[in-house]
């Protein structure tokens, strides 16, 4: 194992570096933190560089981490890496690895249009990953996938589930090409989820937190769609919504 003692050690101001968008993105990887991320990647053998524990932490046996570099480092290099409050002992570099997203007829697809709460994007990608979606296209304006909030939120369903940034204009039109059925979310021309039947493969565009789906990708889509509302609230936060709509759309499946 390799050792690091100092946070002003090179190779940790270029991790640390990870930490920002443009950093990121010049790199073509990201960061990840706390035993359960890292033990997801590992096990969904994602493409682990470097694995940097503290001094005091254990690996476990069941981490297979093959030909990872491991560095054993100071407390306070960890400290300097970390996004978060408590630091728990683990991080680990993950390479930028896209790969591309398959048609299936009969699947299911989740379409992101400028979903700006970290928060927000992933509990969708989990709530994708726990639904069974085949794949989650991220468009224009999204919040940066690799933000460290974003990864906190998956809780390990990046790597469960393919995940890519692409033009929803180009997107809607290869689906619907393919037979596959795109569905808005919006009250104009909509219908209640409930009244949907079997739509077979589809898609379902989620739009932005304040003001929706963009109007040129409704006009795309084959029918909108709406959750009711039975109380006084005036709406739902959209990742709620994501999990009405791709449950409850299986539940149309199932029931047919």
């Not at 689906?175 to 021309?189: E, H, N, P, R, S």
Request: hydrophobic share 35%.
């Amino acid at each position: 194992m390799n050792r690091i003692a100092s946070p002003k050690n090179n190779r940790v101001k270029e991790w640390k570096k990870l930490n920002s968008k443009k950093g990121r993105d010049k790199a073509g990887c990201f960061i990840i933190e706390g035993p359960h991320l890292v033990e997801e990647a590992l096990l969904c053998h994602a493409p682990v560089s470097d694995l940097i524990i503290d001094e005091s932490f254990q690996i476990p046996a069941k981490w297979h981490t093959g030909n990872v570099t491991t560095w054993v480092v100071a407390s306070s290099v960890i400290n300097e890496l970390s996004d978060t409050e408590s630091p728990q002992g683990v991080i680990a570099i993950v390479e930028n690895e896209t790969k591309p997203i398959e048609l299936n007829p009969e699947g299911t697809y989740v379409l992101i249009d400028g979903i700006q709460d970290p928060g927000n994007l992933g509990t969708i990608i989990r709530t994708a990953d726990s639904a069974g979606v085949d794949g989650v296209i991220l468009g224009s304006g999204t919040v940066d996938l690799f933000n460290s909030k974003v990864l906190r939120s998956t809780q390990g369903s990046l790597f469960h589930i393919e995940v890519t940034k692409g033009n929803l204009n180009e997107w809607i039109d290869r689906f619907k090409k393919g037979g596959i059925k795109v569905y808005g979310t919006a009250l104009q021309d909509g219908v209640a989820y409930t009244k949907e039947s079997d739509p077979g493969g589809y898609a379902l565009l989620l739009g932005n937190e304040a003001n929706g789906v963009s109007p040129d990708l409704l006009e795309k889509t084959d029918q909108n769609l709406f959750v009711p509302i039975y109380g006084k609230a005036e709406s739902l936060n959209v990742a709620v919504a994501a999990g009405i709509l791709l449950y409850g759309m299986k539940q149309n499946r199932v029931n047919q």
